[in-house]
């Protein structure tokens, strides 16, 4: 089977590489981006099947098969959910909502390899479509993590963290105590553990909770600065190619 992955998330792409192969299933390429992607089909044979991120840095993958006839079977992979119609109308096996579980994704593959010998009729069930618009797939996220303190261990809540961030090889939590506490844990790990509508990665050192942001202010080069409630001893800055998204991701 050849496979691309296009993910604007290069750890979450890696991941999902991971995942694969544990169903022997080899990936090929990986792209990152609009662009990339648009150039990489009109240079290169197109794959048997293409796991695509619907959110890129640089606009909507929807905008890729606007530029060229992809010949793909392809299974959407999104943290949004309100893209599953329009995902419909294309060459869809599948559609999963991040972060992936690995039982879903063994699904979506095996769907594929279900439809692989009848390319012609490849398409999705209209049926869970409707499902997904209805009744949004809700996932169960850590509510509370543990920090070791000295010889105890310390409860925190989801609610209570300002921001995680990475720090000297370390993962913290920045709770609205003014504490900042380390976590048997990285940042990539999170990714999987914490609710999407509550944090959003805004670069490769923090992630920020929406309901703990002060102010949002401008800053250089295009980027933009966030005023936390209590955190103050790094500035946090949103990356330029994550400002498109984390606007996306207030409203």
Not at 82 to 97: G, H, R, T, V
Request: proline share 3%; with cysteine.
């Amino acid at each position: 089977m050849n496979v691309l992955i296009i993910e604007d998330e290069k750890p979450a792409a890696r991941r999902l590489g991971r995942m694969l192969s544990e169903l022997q299933v080899e990936v090929a390429t990986m792209l990152h981006s609009v662009e990339e992607s648009i150039l990489w089909f009109k240079q290169n044979p197109h794959p048997e099947l293409i796991f695509l991120d619907i959110q890129l840095s640089d606009g909507l993958s929807f905008e890729i098969f606007d530029a060229v006839h992809v010949k793909s079977a392809v299974i959407f992979t999104t943290a949004y959910d309100e893209y599953a119609l329009q995902a419909f109308k294309l060459n869809s096996i599948d559609y999963l909502l991040k972060p992936i579980d690995d039982e879903d994704l063994e699904k979506a593959v095996k769907k594929y390899r279900d439809f692989a010998p009848k390319k012609d009729k490849i398409s999705i069930d209209f049926e869970d479509i409707k499902k997904l618009l209805v009744n949004p797939l809700e996932r169960e996220y850590k509510k509370r993590f543990t920090a070791r303190v000295g010889q105890h261990l310390k409860i925190i809540n989801a609610d209570e963290v300002e921001c995680f961030y990475s720090e000297n090889k370390g993962t913290y939590a920045a709770t609205t105590d003014g504490r900042n506490y380390l976590l048997d844990t990285t940042l990539e790990n999170l990714e999987d553990e914490i609710s999407p509508k509550t944090f959003f990665r805004v670069s490769r050192k923090f992630y920020v909770n929406i309901d703990h942001i002060k102010d949002i202010v401008s800053y250089t080069n295009s980027r933009l600065q966030i005023k936390l409630k209590t955190y103050k001893e790094q500035d946090v800055i949103v990356s330029r190619e994550r400002v498109k998204d984390f606007k996306f991701w207030l409203e």
